[in-house]
Structure formats: C-alpha cells, structure tokens
C-alpha cells in the first residue's frame, strides 16, 4: 500500500513538472514528448547520414551523421564551448536514432577498433571532457564495436575554424603520435569526431595510425557540411 502511494506521489510530481515545465526541442522549442528530444522537423533536416568522396590521403572513407551549418552546429558548440554537458542526451539521441540504417551498419562493417580524436593535454585539463568520447563511446559500444585511445595530442594547437586548408595541414604537422604500447598493425581503424571540414586533423591522425601499419583508416563524423555550404 505504501509503495502503490509512493509511486502515485512519484507519478503526479512528474506530471505537474511536465506541465509547468514541458520538454521542448533544443533547436525550435516546440514542445515535444521526452526530454533532451528534437522535434520531427529538426531532426529531418539535421540528420543525413551520407558519405563523401572528397577526403584527403590517407583516408579510405568518410560518414558523416548531421548536418553541420544549419543542423547540429548549436548544440556541438554548446557541448565544446559553454560546457553544457546536458545537451550529450540530445546529441546521443540523434546517433542512436541512426544505428539500424544500413548505411551506418555496412560501413561499420569495414572496420574493427575505433580510435578518438584526441584533445591536447591543457586543452582537455580546460574543459574536462573529450567531447567526442562523450559522444560515442556508449553507442560505440552498442554497435559491439571495440573502443580505445591510441593517439596523442602532443602539439597544442589553435582552433581550426579561422584557418585555410593549407594553414590547418601546417598548423597540423607533428601534433598528434602514437600512444605507446598500442598496436594498430593490420587493423582496419576508425577515427571518430564531432566536426569533419577539410579533414585535416583527421588526415594527421590517420597518417600517424597509417605509419604503424594500419591497413585502412575511415573517419565518421557527427557533424559535416560536405561542401554544401561553404567549410
């Protein structure tokens, strides 16, 4: 009796607090079913999962998941740049909406270790958290696709976005090695990150994994523009 009170307390509390304070969509605040959910229209136009033929060696592939400009842009930003770790549900809602596609399941087929971007050591003391790892790690693990960090940041680097193709290869050379240890030899490798604009940072890490005898390298992405709107 008094746990059936209990939960029927539990259940009008939930009830008045989505009443006063009902779920709404982070990108057009239209009120939707459950928390940290987009609404059916962002989610259509922020979602494309799509591959690029424009990478630079020595990548074998790019996937992307969203829409960069005009998609996921505010909430990767939040997440990056205002520390707003609540917006992750959101984020990781959109990716596990994607698992069954058979586009994400065939290229995740060319693949067995997934590796992170790294973030510089004063970079990552700054803000906390690779948001990337935040993103992926449990529906990497999901997917029964093993995860772990085998790269460095040994260089501290700008952020990227102000910079041209050639500076951000420059800007690049020698940031990232090999973690000691690791062994990458014969494996197929997938790097994930949040953003993927010219591919520069991917590239780097990928030549490092490449020079230590990786077979393939692929790259998913959560968010990319694809050239569709200017990178």
């Not at 960090?149 to 290869?169: G, I, M, Q, V």
């Not at 990150?193 to 030549?207: N, P, S």
Request: a positive charge; one cysteine or more.
């Amino acid at each position: 009796m008094i746990e059936q009170i209990a939960n029927a307390l539990k259940f009008l509390q939930t009830t008045i607090i989505y009443l006063v304070y009902p779920p709404i969509c982070p990108i057009c605040q239209k009120i939707v079913d459950e928390r940290h959910q987009i609404c059916e229209d962002c989610a259509k136009r922020i979602l494309s999962v799509e591959e690029t033929k424009d990478f630079p060696a020595p990548i074998s592939g790019v996937i992307r998941i969203t829409k960069y400009r005009g998609g996921s842009r505010p909430l990767l930003r939040k997440l990056k740049f205002d520390s707003n770790t609540t917006i992750l549900d959101t984020l990781q809602k959109l990716l596990y909406s994607v698992s069954n596609y058979d586009e994400v399941k065939n290229f995740l087929a060319k693949v067995n270790l997934a590796t992170f971007v790294p973030l510089h050591e004063s970079r990552l003391k700054k803000r906390g958290y690779n948001q990337t790892e935040l993103i992926f790690s449990d529906w990497l693990k999901s997917m029964n696709l093993p995860a772990k960090n085998l790269l460095l940041r040994t260089k501290a680097t700008p952020h990227l976005y102000k910079y041209n193709p050639d500076e951000r290869k420059e800007i690049l050379k020698g940031a990232f090695s090999l973690i000691d240890g690791v062994e990458v030899a014969g494996k197929n490798i997938l790097i994930v990150d949040d953003i993927f604009t010219t591919g520069a940072t991917a590239a780097g890490c990928a030549e490092v994994l490449k020079n230590a005898g990786a077979a393939k390298i692929f790259v998913m992405a959560f968010a990319s523009d694809f050239g569709e709107s200017g990178q």
